[in-house]
Structures are given as structure tokens and as C-alpha cells.
């Protein structure tokens, strides 16, 4: 019995003493499958860190070419710039040394002009002394018979020449315009958008339309009676239309609605309490819209009252075309205007930027934009120039000064450039038909017709009842009536053209 129990405790412990050993050899076996797999990894890690270091040299090298092409790009435009700037100082100093050379010319034509009228009256009195003791003439009599025939010989030599310098003076000053047009043209090319009547107003759902129209129509009510436009709310989806020829009135309604939408709560009082609160927004906005333009153009200081008015000018337009982008246009083209004939570039730009301030008001007021402007403008201390050149832009007085020129220019080539203004088809159908109706009315006109979008006007006439001075002076006539008139933009043409024609047949 002994026995037995010793031989299965024996037979006990060697099976025990083997699975340790079965355990033991497993779990080197595992442990050995780990280190390798922990060493694997750590190669690819160390394999994928290799890999992205090089992708990230590489990635910096391609950022340093980048920015060396951009630079070296740089270093060409400014080089080309400083080139073209020598040029034109080159050109400039150039025309100054041949008006130079022109007035030396002139100084000693002036003076050999004086030399030989001291040298003719010598002899004119010689032959008088001559003739008063071949003849029984007195001296005053002798002298005027003179004069007469000097005054005839030289009437003809006179005027040919006052026609060759008027017309080198001519040429010279159409020249010199076109170089200075030529050169605000092409240094300042500024951007267009034209202004529409309407905005779209995107609502999150359709449900927010019963809500803006409201009870028995009295949230869409009280909306259009407080911000003075109109709402039209329509089958389209998502949207609602504000309409209104005032822009301001328009940006306001756009956010009071916006800001409603929103908030959720739509009802009269909510109403009233929005609008009073973006009113208020708007006019610091349009304050500092001002005061950023003068920061941008360096024009400070300017009265607050000024700053205000320049700002306004971002929500009025005119034909379509926006005031403020006007103001800007007409503004630094007047700078460079100036600064090629010799005035101050920078009263120029003021001038320019105030010469429609008037525009402002005139929602608001009534009346003329050029009276209002040149009011506020002497009521705040502006220089003379500005407030001559808000009245010559539209012909109420003559320009005085260099700067006041190149603002009428300058607010023409703004205007009156293609695609600059857009009319109302209405507004420009009735123009075109008075234009018409003014030439047909006068006598002589066969017909009459208006091109080129109203810019120009073609008038034949008949060539039997009418001359060729007949038809200049019929041009001259029409021109002036429709400047009395008609209200555009720019010029028209008046085009008078006198035809014959030689009709036979052979038969």
C-alpha cells in the first residue's frame, strides 16, 4: 500500500516537474516572439521617423526655392519700376530743358523784335524828314500815311504768322493733354460694380416668411413703414426682396431683418428696438468708413461733420455707378493730374474727394448736390480750390486753378468712361427721343438720329437749302440747346452731315 501511494506521488511529481519545464519552455518561446516582434517595430518606427525627416527637409527646400523665385520676382518688379521711374524723370527733365530752350528762343526773338522796331521807326523818321522838305506835308501827316501802308503790307504777314502759333499752340496743348490723360489713365485703373435697386434676403426656412409678414400683416407693416422700403415676399423659396432706390435706408433693413431672423423674436416693439439699435451702429460705421479713406489718402484732419458726409457716400449712387467709388476714382486721378502740370497733388486729391459731398444730403434735403457741397464745405473752412472745384464740375464757374481743372477732368473721365453708369431704360429712351426732337425741330433737317447709346446725334440735312457754313452754325446751335436742355452724362456729338448726290442713268 506503501508503495503504491509512493509511486503516485513520484509518478505525481514527475508529471508536475514536466509541465513546469512544458510552461517554462512556452513561455521563453512567448517571450522570444515578443522581443522579436517589439524589435520589429521599433524599426519601423525608426524607419517611418527617417522617412518623414527626409520628407520635411525636403518640403523646407522646396519652401526656400519658393520664396527665393519669390523674391527674386520681387527684386525684377521693383527694378523694373525704379527703371520706369528714371525714364519718366528722364523725359520730364527733358521737356523742362526744351521749354527752356523755347523761352531763351523766344527772349531773343523778343528782343531782335525790339531792335528792329527801334531800327524801322529810325527810318520812318529819316524818310519823313526826306519828304518834308520834297513836300509841303507836315510830319503827322507824312507819319500816318506811312503807318497805312506798313499796316497793309504787313496785315497779311501778320496774320500767317498769329496762324502758324496758334496753331503750334494748338497742337502743343492737345499734345501735352493727351500725354497728362494718357498718364492718370494708366497709373490708376480702378474697379466697377454697379448698384442695383434690390437685395435678397436668404431666411433659413419658409416658416420665417409667415413670421415676418405676421399677424394679419402687421410685423411686414410695421417693418416697411419704420425702415422706408419695400418688402416683397413671393413663392420663392428661401428668400425674401428689400427694395429701395436709397442704399443706406436698404443696408439698414438688410441687418434689421438679419438681426430679427436671428434673434427669433419678430413683433412691432422687437422692431423698434433692432432698428433703433443698427441706426445707431450704422452711424459710427459710416464715421469710420470716412475717417479710413482720409487715413488711406492722408488728407487729416477734416471736420467730423465731413468725415461723416464721406462715408454717407458709400450708400448713394448715381446711374447706377456707387458716389464713394466715384469720389475715389475722381480723387486720385486729380492727384496725378496736378502733379504732371506743376499744382499741389495733394489739395488736388482733397478737391477731388469733396467735389461730390453734396450727394450726401440731397435724399435727405433736396436740392443741389453742387449748392449743398460747396455750403458745408465753406461753413467747415475748406481752401477756396476745393469749393471752386465743386462749382466747376458741373459748369457753375470757371476753374481757377490748376487743381480745379484736373477735378473737372478728372470727375469726366470717371463718369463718362464705358461701362461707368448705368441708366434707367426709361430715363434713357426719353433722352434719346428730345435729342432727337431738338434737332428735327430746326429747319433744314431731313432727319435726325441717336447712336452710340445716346452720346452721339446724326442730323442730315439737306444740301440744297443749306451751305457748308450754314451746317457748321446748325451744329453749334443744336449743341447748345441740348446743353439748355437735356440732362447726361459725358458729352454728345452733334454731327451734322451735308450730302450731294449726281444721279443719272444711262440708257
Not at 501778320?158 to 496758334?166: L, N, Q, S, T
Given at each position: 500500500m506503501f508503495l503504491t501511494i509512493g509511486t503516485g506521488l513520484l509518478f505525481t511529481a514527475l508529471g508536475a516537474g514536466a509541465s513546469y519545464l512544458w510552461l517554462r519552455q512556452g513561455s521563453v518561446r512567448k517571450f522570444a516572439y515578443m522581443e522579436l516582434e517589439?524589435?520589429?517595430?521599433?524599426?519601423?518606427?525608426?524607419?517611418?521617423?527617417?522617412?518623414?525627416?527626409?520628407?520635411?527637409?525636403?518640403?523646407?527646400?522646396?519652401?526656400e526655392l519658393e520664396h527665393e523665385r519669390g523674391f527674386q520676382k520681387r527684386l525684377q518688379e521693383i527694378e523694373k519700376h525704379n527703371r520706369d521711374l528714371m525714364l519718366e524723370k528722364k523725359t520730364l527733365k527733358q521737356e523742362q530743358e526744351e521749354l527752356r530752350r523755347l523761352q531763351h528762343k523766344t527772349g531773343e526773338i523778343n528782343k531782335t523784335l525790339e531792335r528792329l522796331k527801334d531800327k524801322k521807326q529810325v527810318q520812318i523818321d529819316e524818310v519823313i524828314e526826306r519828304m518834308e522838305m520834297i513836300t509841303s506835308m507836315t510830319q503827322e501827316e507824312v507819319k500816318n500815311e506811312l503807318l497805312e501802308k506798313v499796316e497793309e503790307k504787313s496785315r497779311s504777314e501778320?496774320?500767317?504768322?498769329?496762324?502758324?502759333?496758334?496753331k503750334y499752340a494748338k497742337e502743343e496743348g492737345e499734345r501735352r493733354a493727351n500725354y497728362i490723360l494718357a498718364q492718370a489713365t494708366t497709373r490708376y485703373a480702378g474697379e466697377f460694380a454697379g448698384e442695383r435697386l434690390i437685395n435678397l434676403v436668404a431666411l433659413p426656412s419658409d416658416d420665417h416668411k409667415g413670421r415676418i409678414i405676421g399677424k394679419e400683416g402687421r410685423n411686414i407693416k410695421a417693418l416697411e413703414t419704420l425702415l422706408g422700403v419695400d418688402i416683397v415676399i413671393d413663392e420663392t423659396p428661401g428668400v425674401i426682396?428689400?427694395?429701395?432706390?436709397n442704399l443706406y435706408r436698404r443696408a439698414i433693413a438688410i441687418r434689421v431683418i438679419e438681426l430679427l431672423v436671428e434673434d427669433g423674436r419678430i413683433h412691432p416693439g422687437r422692431i423698434e428696438e433692432i432698428h433703433e439699435k443698427v441706426q445707431a451702429e450704422f452711424e459710427q460705421k459710416i464715421y469710420e468708413e470716412g475717417e479710413n479713406i482720409l487715413i488711406d489718402l492722408g488728407l487729416f484732419p477734416m471736420h467730423?461733420?465731413?468725415?461723416?458726409?464721406?462715408?454717407?457716400?458709400?450708400?448713394?449712387?448715381?446711374?447706377?455707378?456707387?458716389?464713394?467709388?466715384?469720389?475715389?476714382?475722381?480723387?486720385?486721378?486729380?492727384?496725378?493730374?496736378?502733379a504732371e502740370m506743376g499744382g499741389d497733388e495733394k489739395l488736388a486729391m482733397r478737391a477731388g474727394l469733396l467735389h461730390d459731398i453734396g450727394k450726401a444730403m440731397t435724399q435727405d434735403i433736396g436740392g443741389s448736390h453742387v449748392d449743398l457741397g460747396a455750403e458745408v464745405c465753406r461753413r467747415y473752412n475748406e481752401h477756396?480750390?476745393?469749393?471752386n472745384a465743386i462749382y466747376a464740375h458741373h459748369g457753375h464757374e470757371e476753374p481757377n486753378s490748376v487743381e480745379s481743372a484736373a477735378v473737372c477732368a478728372a470727375d469726366t473721365l470717371s463718369a463718362a468712361r464705358p461701362g461707368a453708369r448705368r441708366e434707367v431704360l426709361e430715363s434713357f429712351t426719353k433722352r434719346v427721343k428730345q435729342l432727337e426732337e431738338i434737332a428735327t425741330s430746326k429747319e433744314g433737317v431731313e432727319s435726325a438720329y441717336a447712336i452710340n447709346a445716346g452720346r452721339e446725334i446724326r442730323v442730315i440735312v439737306n444740301a440744297q437749302t443749306m451751305g457748308d457754313n450754314e451746317a457748321v452754325m446748325l451744329s453749334r446751335d443744336i449743341a447748345k440747346e441740348i446743353e439748355d436742355r437735356v440732362q447726361y452724362p459725358g458729352e454728345i456729338k452733334v454731327n451734322v452731315i451735308r450730302e450731294t448726290r449726281a444721279i443719272n442713268y444711262a440708257r
Open positions: 517589439v524589435k520589429a517595430r521599433a524599426k519601423a518606427i525608426e524607419y517611418e521617423s527617417e522617412r518623414i525627416l527626409q520628407n520635411a527637409k525636403v518640403k523646407i527646400k522646396e519652401d501778320i496774320a500767317a504768322i498769329v496762324r502758324k502759333y496758334e426682396l428689400v427694395s429701395s432706390f467730423d461733420e465731413l468725415v461723416k458726409l464721406l462715408g454717407r457716400l458709400k450708400y448713394r449712387a448715381s446711374y447706377g455707378q456707387n458716389a464713394l467709388a466715384h469720389t475715389l476714382e475722381v480723387a486720385r486721378l486729380a492727384s496725378v493730374m496736378a477756396p480750390t476745393v469749393i
